[in-house]
């Protein structure tokens, strides 16, 4: 048996130091671990790398409190809840930010190529899209790619022809270097072994890419019983640094067989956040001045249950569809 | 088996495009699904002319038969009934090995050779509005052997060229120089089309495949082509119209309001009397 990988959320969020470069589980608004990303935002955590196959939710509230100094990624908003991320839109505006653009398959492949412990990925997308635009490497053209940064590739990206089977353009993407990885999940063993639930999105390339994985679950449960069935499990245990058992951590997102996503929550976010003082409205309402505890009293019962799966369907029947 | 039109009172311009929508789809093509109306075009095609496609979530559902409407693609509701069940490796993967047939996707922009912007308005290095950003539109867009784009129709938004290509049409920038070029000619061996079609609320629209130009293929009911190529900033191809958009069918309204969407999450019920 191995020492204990149990943590609370408080030393979880001490893990990811000012600078880091963080990646997250999920896909836009299901399960991303929000009890921790609101526990960065009450640390006032600054100078965050944030590098996502996608953005959403989470993305929003890093940027909106001003802990996130570049995002790598393909998208952020909240799907139906909210159309765009008004919060990195703004700080976008005010060059408080520098965002790199990357394809969703260019970032999903330069995961898939870290997590297999290769320096690039090679791939046919997004070929004759100013996403390839030399004038618009961001990190270039602030000066960062001068290979001082361990977490930033000297390239965007680069070009070759096909050597071995003449299929013609192709184009290389570096492989993320990420620090640290945050996973939102149903059940974690106490050894440290994964099993999710529903579509896996990109956790298992996510959570091998990081050099330290926290994995933040639902339920703490006996390694014994997920060792039963080992075919149901996505990540192993030595891909697995810290636990943190923190029951409805993804909320507002949802999670498969769990909870869904809180629409009405997502869409006051988006609705309240287009200023600056709206965010910090918000923050003050939602984030500081309560620990996560606190934060699901002040949702109260009468919300997570309708919220909650019912465990035949996986998602609530209860919840009406659309936030409405 | 006749179809029976609805009449113009019957149905709103959401229901006109979702039905526009589903019939692009043809039976046992595999299709690419986004958030939003295009997957109720495609479940509507599932429950009608095309009941043995296939239909893929992002998020990573293969082989998808969701017995109700997901709210997005990650949601518990995709994979219900899927051939497998898996995450975004799997969804890219199968694009870029060139099994989709048919995508369906958004933009804020399009220009006359089916280039489409959803990353900002106004200059990359200082917008006057930054969007969403790509997601999977430009690798949809790359890999599947027809593409088509649902979108609002303004007049700013069909654009000679659009502010970022997010999305590759047909004639499309190579770099370093970004001199344009026939999408054929970058794409080597993953070359297998292109946008086939934009869907708007005006019109429908399809591509030249050697000029890469688009034209108008069909108006919607009250409009006509003249008025169309006014609402757009290009000098838009009105040669080869071909009569009006056909309207939905009562049956496909009953499955969109009854069976696919009855909260109104993505489309709105025409509001009677």
């Not at chain 1, 297999?116 to 996403?131: E, F, K, N, R």
């Not at chain 1, 679950?217 to 080992?230: C, D, F, G, K, N």
């Not at chain 2, 890469?212 to 757009?232: S, V, W």
């Amino acid at each position: 048996m191995s020492t204990s990988k149990r943590i609370t959320l408080q030393q979880a969020a001490e893990v990811i130091g000012n600078g880091s470069s963080l990646t997250f589980s999920g896909f836009t608004i299901w399960r991303r671990p929000f009890a921790l990303v609101y526990e960065l935002i009450r640390q006032k955590r600054k100078g965050l790398h944030l590098i996502e196959v996608n953005g959403g939710p989470q993305t929003e509230f890093l940027v909106g409190a001003g802990c996130v100094d570049i995002w790598e990624s393909c998208w952020v908003g909240h799907e139906l809840y909210g159309k765009y991320g008004a919060n990195l839109s703004r700080k976008v505006a005010e060059k408080a930010i520098i965002v790199e653009d990357y394809s969703h398959a260019e970032m999903l492949f330069r995961f898939a190529a870290a997590s297999s412990g290769a320096a690039y990925a090679v791939t046919q997308t997004s070929l004759g899209t100013d996403i390839h635009n030399p004038e618009y490497d961001m990190l270039g053209r602030a000066g960062l790619r001068d290979g001082s940064n361990p977490h930033i590739a000297r390239h965007k990206y680069r070009f070759t022809d096909d050597p071995f089977f003449d299929a013609g353009a192709q184009v290389l993407v570096p492989a993320v270097k990420v620090d640290v990885a945050v996973m939102c999940v149903q059940q974690v063993g106490e050894e440290g072994t994964v099993r999710l639930s529903g579509q896996y999105y990109s956790d298992p390339e996510a959570a091998r890419a990081a050099d330290i994985t926290i994995v933040i679950a639902e339920e703490i449960v006996p390694e014994e019983y997920l060792r039963r069935e080992a075919d149901r499990n996505a990540i192993p245990t030595f891909d697995v640094d810290y636990i943190v058992e923190c029951p409805f951590a993804g909320h507002p997102t949802g999670m498969f067989g769990r909870y869904d996503v809180d629409g009405a929550f997502l869409k006051d976010f988006y609705g309240r956040t287009r200023t600056q003082e709206g965010f910090d409205d918000f923050a003050r309402e939602w984030i500081f001045g309560l620990d996560h505890h606190g934060y699901l009293e002040k949702l109260g019962w009468p919300r997570m249950m309708r919220l909650k799966a019912n465990t035949a369907l996986n998602y609530s029947p209860r919840e009406p569809k659309g936030g409405k | 088996m006749e179809r029976e039109y609805a009449k113009p009172e019957e149905y709103g311009l959401a229901d006109l495009l979702c039905c526009a929508a589903s019939r692009e789809v043809a039976d046992n093509e595999v299709v690419f699904a986004g958030t939003g109306l295009p997957m109720v075009a495609i479940m509507l095609a599932q429950k009608t002319h095309a009941p043995n496609l296939k239909l893929i979530f992002e998020a990573g559902t293969l082989d998808g038969r969701p017995p109700e409407l997901p709210t997005s693609v990650g949601d518990a509701r995709c994979e219900m009934g899927a051939s497998r069940s898996s995450g975004l490796y799997d969804a890219f993967s199968i694009a870029q090995r060139g099994m989709v047939d048919l995508g369906f996707l958004g933009g804020a922009e399009v220009d006359e050779y089916g280039n489409v912007n959803t990353t900002c308005i106004g200059d990359y290095l200082a917008p006057e509005l930054r969007l969403t950003g790509s997601g999977g539109n430009p690798d949809i867009n790359s890999f599947a052997r027809r593409t088509v784009f649902i979108m609002v129709h303004e007049k700013r938004r069909f654009v000679p060229n659009v502010s970022y290509i997010t999305s590759p049409g047909w004639r499309v920038k190579k770099w370093p120089g970004g001199d344009f070029v026939h999408r054929r000619e970058l794409y080597g061996s993953a070359y297998r089309g292109g946008p086939t079609a934009v869907i708007s609320t005006a019109g429908v629209f399809r591509f030249d495949e050697q000029s890469g130009r688009m034209y108008l293929d069909t108006c919607h009911a009250g409009k006509g082509p003249e008025e169309i190529r006014e609402m757009c900033q290009f000098d838009l191809d009105i040669s080869r119209v071909n009569g009006e958009t056909k309207p939905p069918t009562r049956e496909e309204l009953r499955i969109i309001h009854e069976v696919l969407d009855p909260d109104e999450i993505f489309i709105p019920k025409v509001k009677k009397g």
